[in-house]
């Protein structure tokens, strides 16, 4: 007895202290929310690893908006000697420093930019997000029936195989003959080709999702789906879409570069403050002079007139776009909302038929085995319950996917 209680102890000891099991994403046990789904995708993303550099590019930009000059001073040094040819000790040293300046308007209009660039980088992403969260949203709902055909599939060959079970054992005794026993068999290598069909079909969606979120769902996951909460009254500003808002920062920036076009008439002026030591001949005292000048470039002429009109273009481009697609959406909200209304109708009819397949299943299950009820009305029977079954969790899906339909219309994000 003390060794027994020891090696508990033992066993008790290991098994507390034992490292967790973590299982590869090939094999994963572990349940997977879509919200879940969706933000490993989105981790994935080429426009997630990019964002944060796109940001400090952004701060950069505004930070360069708000210096004192367009550009860095330039150092100017040149030193003038006869050395190489007569000797006559002429030199002359000049060392100044080149200043560019703003052009009137340019700084405002280049801060205003930067600042448009960096809204208009915030509402990429949350673009991006949206079209990802469309992409995941998809492949979750198409898993989603999958499995609902799997267990569907599953259930029916489960109570064929009963049918079959009862009607050997009938046969056998000499009730029913070898003809209703090989129809029952063939019901049973029917179901059973259709949980095959459905099976692959499930590891070929769930494959799918993996392939977005790099992580595949439990095969064994439990049947229970999370709805998405309905949007319900508390929908979204339609201006306020992922959509709509990054088409309007693209349209800001297209804007702000037509006004910084505009003050870009001309190259920016240069001022320049230069010191210049030189001495006529040898033996005679150098002399010291300071120059201030400004430089002074001509106008751009066509090259600015082109940038021009291609910021111009661009912009009436973008709210052309912006028109076309806040029209797409009014129209896809309103067809997602009568779709969550016509799923809603559609499960409770699916529901009520399904009820009522299954008590006439069981008043012919018993009406079978009291020899009421021949075999091919019994499969029959069997085969309208299995299909009304099938039919209402797959309308209950069907209802998840609407609601999750819609919030995508509304532009929101997976929960």
């Known amino acids: 007895m003390a060794a027994c209680s020891l090696a508990a102890q033992a066993q008790t000891a290991t098994a507390t202290t034992a490292p967790p099991v973590t299982v590869g994403a090939a094999g994963a046990t572990s349940p997977l929310s879509l919200r879940q789904a969706f933000d490993a995708a989105w981790a994935r993303q080429p426009e997630a690893m990019a964002l944060q550099a796109r940001r400090d590019a952004a ?18 040094v040149s030193n003038k000697t006869d050395r190489l040819g007569s000797n006559n000790g002429a030199r002359e040293v000049e060392v100044g420093i080149a200043v560019p300046l703003w052009l009137p308007g340019e700084r405002g209009s280049s801060a205003a930019l930067a600042d448009a660039e960096g809204a208009a980088i915030e509402s990429r992403a949350t673009a991006a997000q ?62 059973e080709a259709s949980v095959a069909q459905a099976e692959a079909g499930l590891a070929a969606a769930r494959q799918h999702l993996r392939a977005l979120a790099g992580t595949a769902p439990a095969l064994s996951e439990a ?56 001495r006529g001949a040898r033996g005679e005292a150098s002399q010291q002079t300071i120059t201030l000048g400004i430089r002074i470039p001509f106008g751009a002429g066509p090259r600015s007139d082109a940038r021009r009109a291609n910021a111009r273009a661009e912009a009436a481009e973008i709210q052309a776009q912006l028109a076309l697609e806040r029209e797409r959406l009014i129209a896809e909200r309103e067809a997602a909302r009568v779709r969550v209304e016509a799923s809603r109708t559609q499960l409770a009819a699916a529901e009520r038929r399904a009820q009522l397949a299954r008590e006439s299943r069981g ?14 009305t019994r499969l029959r029977i069997e085969a309208e319950a299995a299909e009304a079954d099938r039919q209402a969790a797959r309308t209950r899906i069907e209802l998840s996917a609407a609601i999750s339909a819609w919030r995508q219309a509304l532009g929101l994000l997976p929960q």
């Open 59 to 76: 701060r950069a930009q505004q930070s360069a908006a708000k210096a004192w000059t367009p550009e860095p001073a330039a150092l100017e």
């Open 130 to 191: 949206l079209r990802v969260a469309a992409t995941v949203r998809d492949a979750w709902w198409q898993w989603q029936r999958a499995r609902i055909e799997v267990g569907t599939a599953r259930d029916q060959l489960d109570n064929t195989r009963l049918i079959a079970a009862d009607v050997a054992r009938r046969a056998k005794a000499g009730d029913l003959a070898r003809a209703d026993q090989h129809q029952a068999d063939g019901a049973v290598a029917s179901a």
């Open 223 to 278: 049947g229970d789906t999370l709805t998405e909460p309905d949007p319900g009254a508390a929908a979204a500003d339609l201006e306020a879409h992922a959509a709509l808002q990054e088409l309007k920062d693209r349209a800001a920036v297209a804007e702000r570069t037509v006004a910084l076009t505009a003050s870009q008439s001309r190259a920016n002026p240069e001022l320049m403050l230069a010191t210049t030591r030189d």
């Open 363 to 376: 008043f012919f299950d018993k009406s079978f085995r009291l020899g009421e009820t021949d075999l091919p």
